[in-house]
Structures are given as C-alpha cells and as structure tokens.
C-alpha cells in the first residue's frame, strides 16, 4: 500500500530555476493539497484540487502553478524559484470533501540557493 | 478577516506531567481536526470534532470543542516521552481551511 508519495525527498536549486515537486496518491481521493511548512508558521496550505482538472488557490499561492491532469497526481511547480520558498513542501489527500481527513505524504525539503 | 491562534507555541514538561494546547478562532468554525507531527516527519490525523460542546477521549488524549465553536482544546494526561513532537489544530471556517500554528511538546524522562 503506497499510499501518498512525494518527489523529490531533498532538492537544491538556485535562484531563478523552475522547479517542479511531484505527488502522488494510490486512494483515488478526489482532494489534494499543497502546503509549505517554515519555522513559527505551521502549514500554510499554497493550492488545492477537488478533482481533475479543478485547483483552487490557498492562502499563500504567489510564485506556484499546480496542475491536475490525473487524479493521482498533483505536481507543484516554482516557475523562478526564490530564497523565501526555501521550506518543507507536504502534499496530501482527502477522500470525501475539503474538510474531511487528510493524509499527509513524507514531505520533500527545498532548499533555494 | 478570520484570525486564528494557537497556545503555547512550546511546552516542556516533565513526564508523567499534563500538557494542553488550545486553538482559538475568531470567527465560528465548522470542524476543527487535530493533527501531530513527530520530530522530522509528517503530520497525522489524530481527531475531528464537528458539534457544540463536543468532548472525544483517545487513550491519554481528550479533545473539545468549545460551546461557540470558536475554540477546542487537546489535552495530554501523564505525558510520556513517546508524546513528544508538534500538535496542530486545522480549523475550518466555512470553507476556508488554516492550520494552527502549533504546539511543540518536549517531554523531560
């Protein structure tokens, strides 16, 4: 059971690079998220997904595109990556609705030089 | 706009000793889940409290849910060291889904 799985697990990049950070679920749920997770901010959820095709913006999605052509995966992409988005990247999934329960995957750690 | 807080942002205590942490909603919200994170893992789903007043056991740990809705509370009875690492609140405000900024929990042996 693989459950949620997140790629890269580590990743350095420079300023200005794209970077793309890969999800995936085996649960079929219809909800992903993204969030980041810095120091003395918790999580702060960047997009989400109802479904194919459907992504809504969170609270903090300035600098991120995400797209949803499989209903497993939910890749997160930095199109010019800066040093402020140095910070642990958890996707996660939901099976019945926004608000149900969600399950996180192991995170991957982005480090912008 | 909605503004959330969560308290304490550390907790030391020894073992055996309580620990509670609270979150507080300005505005009334529909759920609250609770979620915990070991050191250098990721956050796991722990409970969900949905109605007025509501109070949920699990072992050591007991959740409520405040009568406005406004705020819950987690509490730890005789913490152990397996206890240790971070708890976050995610309240639900219509809709509108944000994280506590969490409690990190350190637990002396």
């Known amino acids: 059971d693989a459950g949620i799985t997140q790629s890269p697990r580590y990743k350095i990049t420079e300023t200005g690079r794209q970077v793309t950070l890969m999800c995936h679920q085996t649960w079929s749920h219809s909800y992903m998220f993204w969030y980041r997770q810095d120091l003395g901010h918790g999580l702060r959820l960047i997009y989400y997904s109802a479904a194919a095709d459907i992504t809504d913006k969170g609270e903090v999605p300035d600098g991120y595109v995400v797209s949803r052509s499989k209903t497993e995966n939910f890749p997160l992409t930095l199109e010019s990556a800066t040093r402020s988005q140095t910070s642990v990247y958890f996707c996660?999934?939901?099976?019945?609705?926004?608000?149900?329960?969600?399950?996180f995957g192991p995170g991957t750690r982005l480090t912008v030089l | 706009g909605q503004q959330v807080m969560q308290i304490p942002q550390y907790q030391h205590v020894q073992e055996g000793e309580d620990f509670t942490t609270y979150c507080n909603s300005s505005?009334?919200?529909?759920?609250i889940q609770w979620y915990k994170q070991r050191p250098g893992g990721h956050p796991v789903f722990l409970i969900q409290l949905v109605k007025s007043g509501e109070v949920k056991k699990q072992k050591r740990l007991t959740f409520q849910f405040g009568e406005a809705k406004k705020n819950s509370s987690l509490h730890i009875t005789a913490t152990q060291t397996t206890d240790v690492g971070t708890y976050f609140c995610l309240m639900d405000s219509s809709y509108k889904l944000i994280f506590g900024s969490g409690t990190r929990l350190l637990v002396r042996p």
């Open positions: 996660a999934s939901s099976g019945l609705g926004l608000t149900d329960t969600q399950y």
């Open positions: 505005t009334t919200l529909s759920n």
